[in-house]
């Protein structure tokens, strides 16, 4: 009943997949079974693609349902693994391998063999992000579709293991397909256009990415890295700067790293632990290329933010709370720079005001809002949770990876982008190469923020003027 | 009791195992737990190799026993699988995925982390050949070693996937570095010297080898090659003919494919599949190089006739059967060769005759020993069997590929080796591309050897001859 | 008093040149003069570039001309050759060879040590362009600034002689850096977009380019091949078409090698031969990847005819002979098509019709204008010469290649930049290697152009026409 | 008459040089011949390697001979020379260039065509380095052989000039191919076996090679290095030592690098200055790769000395000076050291001793001889001279580059080559490269030995004691 009802629409879909889609041996003759010929796999890969939107639902669908797990066996073996409680180990570490074997989907042999022919493995992660998105959009709700899922992510994360992973300089000597790529897949900063790219694969920039020998010219994930003296507060010297193009490094000029756009490029490998790894593979290269380099962080967007402050707004004023997120003196001034009347209105003319880029270039705008918008920006970054994690996605990537929020700056981001998504404010989560590991297993198993003294002042201060 | 007595010799151990091989995290917070830090996998991975042969059992002993499955939690899902089989599929499928979780010994996420580290899948490969040998020895008959040598199998198994290979065609302008390991790997027709390797990579030959991105500069499995006119019928003609070292590849001349030799080169690979996978691409090569080429085939010794022979004769004088292996004129031939006197005593004269090479310079005896040896031989690679299949190790490899059993060659290997081994004979398994598939399956599941009308005609001579 | 006047003004000048320009050694010393230092040439080359337009012209001049060759060692020697007439030949040869030697100019080391050092090929190629440009300005006209042009030329045509060239295909997977250079040095059919580019590089496409040992990264000449069906007559079918983007060759459709581009890049390799070695590599190339191919030819540009014709119809008007290029009946027609009045003043109308593209999109004005414009295009490309050369550029460098004047193609050439230039009109030089060699001698030597029946009769009807 | 007579009998010489080598255009088409078709240059190779020795002395010295300079008109244009002499400079310039290029040899168009196809170069080294054998042999004392060598230095001078060759670095990764030919053309310290290479290419070594691009996978000039913590005295620890196998470079042990083998592989490179080029650009990769290395010197054979002392005591005791080479005292120490008589005859009971390598195994004889030998030894490499320049063709080498001779070491070369060589004694020939420059100037020029005090010392001990 929950499973999207399977149209019989596509002549073959269930002959084809009778067919390619093998039993499962038999516990005893599992190491006895020949690979298919490659043309199974073709075959099967072939008539997917050919499909249109609709019929990879249904045939996803059908190929997760009809061929996964043998339920009946497996509840047989519980059965058993019971009675043998009181047997030896021996025989108890058996019967366990034995559900262990069982509860191998049948489908999952195949998309084994689809990953080596030319080209699978590719299918395989495009196959996924099909899987992905059916999930996302709930177009179907099936268990089943999620274990197909689960099994695809299981498979593609030993292959995508860190170890199988090359990582590679992009440099303007790189080949021009993959530069190409490079400049597709930035969704950071995007890339205008070809000087625009070579000013960022050239001095004082790095560019590195992961490949995969299963998907030659393909970066998986895109670090763009800039050398600077100090760690830098301000995403247009780093992306517009073009003095930059021709000049030779000066290696007495270099004392941080700042990775300022970092850029995963297959949808069907979420989940896949790559951009952490990366991070950390181009540390160690930078340390070794730089001995003495060691201030490491990001300059991060913090995409959301102002959305999620219009919502703010919106809900203070209808629970007529409005006053409540600046002090009288703030509200003052707000009134007095876009000579409103004093009140609930302000707060339309705040949002009014912030939804638009003028304040930007007005000095005496942007002097009133600076300390309201860091202030909230910081509890929105620090603050503000989904499941008791960070609610900002790209908080939460470098939490994750063990990162401290270091500091919010002012006037970071001042493009079209920038003052649209969080009124021109950036953040550079830093690496302290020693706390890493510390940091990222409180957060992932206590939630826990690490945070420095200038984000933790802004985000008291909200604390004090929210009356929370 | 059945597991190795723990010595509580090695200092640390306990202390290093209970601190490297974190807890399995809960099915809730699975993808909650960070990667340890590096060191975690490298300090083990030194004090394993640090470790005597001795302690390295204990040691692989007290991993696999006490850092494996939680055996209590997966009875306890079993009984809740058994509770939920009248719920709907989604429950059931949940249920089932958390067995199939909490079947992941805790060992196994030590392991993939030590793939992730530099020289860390080389670890692996070696630590499992380590297990193998101690099974094979019976050094410990614990089935928790087993448990261990089957789940790093698994894993070498995915990352050791065919996509993940890279085919290498080694030649005289590869590193020295890799063909110094290609001369040492060659274990079939060992190489003398480097102008005997030079003409291995050289004209009329081809060399190639899986290599894999985690084991740089290693070559997994090797196969040579020589390109010849017909299917060829002797080795010397192969590794010993220097007049190809100098000249050009006239491909008018090049009619066939002969894989004279395949070495895999890890222990600790044993199980994953390599050298089949490498014939294939091989195969697919060379079509795309001499598109006209139909021949495929082995040309391949037989490590073992000889011992067997001679146990076969020895059991047979034992039964006082002595006459039955030949007919009455051909006893007599050998008679006459050996000066001998008829009857029973006349197996020890056989016996001794092929104990040494000096028949291969005699003529006479090498007429009369040839139709004796030849279908003796065919009935050792084709009707001795191990568990249903051929017991000689290279016949069950090119079976289990799907090549038939082709040609035994008569005077095929003269060296010392050769004659002692095999009694100088050599077979051919065949590689027919439209048939290695069907046959493959035939042979593995119904264990039906495909071999051609001189093979089986060699066969029915043994059968008629030995009264069988 | 022709030579520059020499300003005085580059401060160090004199002191720089009397420094690094050593004397020429005596002949019996001329083996034990070991290298200056190599600052020596740094110095040089920096000072040069330091040096604005005026003050190069200045320092070439002074170092042509006060660095040159000894003149009176040269005299004093032709006087001891003459009176060696008749010793033997050991004297004469000896008195050659000190001949030849003391009319090296003494700059001449300094150019071999320059060539030495990094960048240093480079530097020169570029200095050699500033001489081509003051040369052909008239800037100077010294000869000694000409005999330093001819010493320059002499050693860049030894170091980029052939042998020590390099071909290179160019794809999509060379370097960035290349393929942006390839882009900007395209001058024949500017390249618009990467798309662009990436077409020009893809199926059915080939581009090469020498490159040079001593100047990495820099592709010299640039030849870009259409690979079609037949003899390509309209070249928007080769730059504009974007079907061929992601298709795969059809190895059945490849009968014909179009060369549509050839570009050099370096202005200080004029006269070093190497579009001409370029093309044949190419054929040689193309030969190897496509056994069958027979048909070679390029599509090439006609820059010059309009501007020709324009000075034509000029003179003719004058001459008072207006009538004399077309016949009667073909006045009529572009009267009538141009609304006109007949006589003189129709050569007015012709020059205006012919000056803007509008006629191209008349069917009518198209069919009157091609007998017309085909005939006299012929002409210009056959019969105009320059010291009995061609005069058009393109044909002269097909021609001195050796291929055949074989076909001009109405409607070639669509774009604003085709029509301004030749009025749409294409030609093609086909090479048949069998007769280049022939031809090209038979043009060098003998000033003999090889053209088609197409060609002739277009140049026969002209004469006829023009009363020639 | 002093030519060699030509032998008439190969067929087809004078057929194909007046074929292939094409009359020198006239001055004024000189840039309007067309290069003759391929065939040409390579029929003219293809004849030439298939003529035996002789036949080639025949076949050279007919092409230099009657395909040389056109005498004529170069006498022609000297008398018009002598009449432009009052003429203006461009007159002047321009007879003088007619002059020029009518030096040119007819045969030296067709070697640059040579120089184009595949091959062509290493066939002209090859050519070249018979010419040098017939010249050294003096199989032919023709004056054109003589100028067909000098022409052909001249244009192998150009293509091989520094600016257009490649420095590798050979390691164990490198092509089997290469690291075998560097293993073959290793004269000076020869290679034993594949181990010995491998450590010659591996920790605290460093092998470089020129190569160039018209000689794919030829190294024309090998350097070895050794790098340690002092300058080395001994090679035997360098070439023998097998405990820096698998080791690991500690940089901080690294201070020094020792030049200890330099050979040259092109024998038909001779005169072409590719050493002394090799030796700075690897002063400049080490110095690149040890920023504060800061010693740098060879530890070089002393071919020549033992066979030269043999010859001086010789010629001493012929001219019964037989006493004065050493001091009494130390004839003393020979006499008891070979319990021999005084007089006469001890110089041939020292020529007797040294004739062996006994002596060296003897604490006592060896104490006896180190002062002898050494100063002797010093004298022969400071004070033996050819033509004003060092005897000894290693030390003339370096001592061109600007190396200083630096240090004697007793008992630096144990082996057997060494002792017979040179008693054992290696110098070192140390690079102060702030000096090299002035010091190779001062050699060449001024024939000046730059020597350290020790060198000095021991040739004023010989001064004093030969009474010289």
Redesign the interface.
Known sequence: W?STPLRGGVPGMDEILARVVAPLPSYE?R???????ESNSLEFMHFYKSLDKEDKVGFLSKLSQDFG?D?RS??EL??K??DT?LRD??T???V??R??YN?TPRYKQLL?HI???EG??KFLVDLRADLLEIIASKTSES??I??LN?TLKG?LS??F??????LERIT??????I??KISQYEAVHPVRN?TDL?RRVGPYRRCYAFTH??MP?EPLVVLHVALTEDIADNIQSIVREFATLDSEEDVNKINAAIFYSISSTQAGLQ?V?LGN?LIKRVVRELQSEFPHMAQFSSLSPIPGFSSWLQGLLAQYRKEGRGSDLLSEQEWREVEQAVDSTPGPPTVDSLRKLIGTSEWMHSERLSGVLEPVLMRLCAWYLYGEKRRGYALNPVANFHL?N?ATMWRLNWHADSSPRGVANSCGIMVNYRYFLSET?KN??LY??NKVIAASEQVLGLVSQFQKNSKL
């Open positions: 929950y003759t190491d006895k079974s020949p690979p298919p010929p797990v339920h497996v509840s519980s059965v693994l019971l409680q180990q021996a108890i570490l058996q366990e391998d559900i262990r509860l084994g990953s080596r022919v699978g493995v268990p089943h999620r274990e689960g498979l030993e292959w293991s860190v170890g199988l992973l090359r303007w000597q790189s080949p021009c397909e530069l190409q070809w070579k020998a299963a010219g989940g632990e790894y994750q063990g590991s990222s297993a992932l198993q």
